[in-house]
């Protein structure tokens, strides 16, 4: 291949909307998988992970992964099910969170497969999983990391290297290098990008340069508050006065050690006085360990407190429960308390019995702390339903429900054209991905009037050559 092979892209996944990121890059006869995320939310796209991909697996060299959110990276398992036993390229923080995130999504599906059959109401008989805890162990064995900044082959000719971009833990932008017709080109996939000074990641870096880009645009027609700390902190004051309860669904990758960090800061600064927290997610407990021990992504303020507290995502009352009878006994409990526990749609987890519990009592509150995907129980709620259903039962809604978007891990419209600026020279072609039709658009139009770049917004399944 003197002069190279021919390259080409297939967007598989979050090209019209924002979950079950899969993008096909083929060169030559070599195929490489550019994040490997299950649809989620409505039943419509969620089947979708049950359709077989076109992929041939005995072409599929390596599988890249840019995070550890499941949009990105939950599918793997599945795809090692069906055979694929090559490398799985990630940042060290992200090898480490998906040893928990794996392994819980597996069982997530394995309970869902087993309520299935026992209601009767799968198409499949019996019900099967997605896949199993097993599939997510294999798939584990499959990890490669590779430090940011760090350059490896990860097929003949084409080599890969991971940007830093905020986000979460060990979140990066995946660019490929490869030569077409004789030169030397890049492709960059900008993955999920984080925001500038937030809590305990440093800023993204610059983005260098690239020849096509995908990027992403969950938030592309959208500016978040600029004072949902100040929210989240006169929320807790009046939680303190009133006795009373706030619950915070909340992922527990990111937005859970976010939080916790942002609360015990307050309460350093006297802001708030202490109040018991509530950790009520084991996943997250883990991740906030995985946090502690990357070193390597600390920002500065962190480093700082890193030298008083080993760990200094935790405030000054927490209290974790890691086990289901904890959990239940914080039915038990009377304010002021916060309660912060997964998932952060709502669509699952231990958060559905606290919210079970203490939606019909008009001294909740109830802060939704990022974005609501359509077809969400938290998009419901945050779209003012007077009741919903949760485990089995309808529940009314008598709980205050608030919606802070200032933590999302998601840039807003004006840091992704603050991250675009850091580009050397305008890429040949962007593509917009991840984003809702409304986002996406409102996102390339605004790259087409600002910064003058060929933009077009990606379509599910179609293919293009990068030539
Ligand atoms: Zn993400």
Redesign the pocket.
Known sequence: MANGAAASLQFLGAAGGVTGSKYLFSYGDDQVLIDCGLFQGLKELRQRNWAALPIDPARLRAVIL????I??SGYLPRLVSKGYKGPVYATPGTCDLLGVMLPDAAHLQEEEARYARQKGYSRHSPALPLYTVEDAEQSLTLLRPVRIGQTIEVIKGVSLDFGRVG??LG?GSARLSFEVNGQRKTFMDS??LGRYDRPILKNPDPAGSADWLLLESTYGNRLHEKNSEIELRDLIKETVAQRSCLIIPAFAI?RTQDLIYTIRKMEDDGEIPAIPVHVDSPMGLEATEIYCRHTEEHDFEMQQLRSKDNCPISSHKMVVHKTPEQSKSINQLKGPMVIISASGMATGGRVLHHLKHRLPNADTTVLFAGYQAEGTRGRSLQDGAKEIKLLGEVVPVRAKIKVFDGFS??ADQSEILRWLGTFKKAPQMTYIVHGEPPAAAALADVIRAQLKWKVEVARHQQKVALT
């Open positions: 840019t995070h550890a959110h949009d990105h986000h979460i979140a993955g999920d990111g891990a998601h």
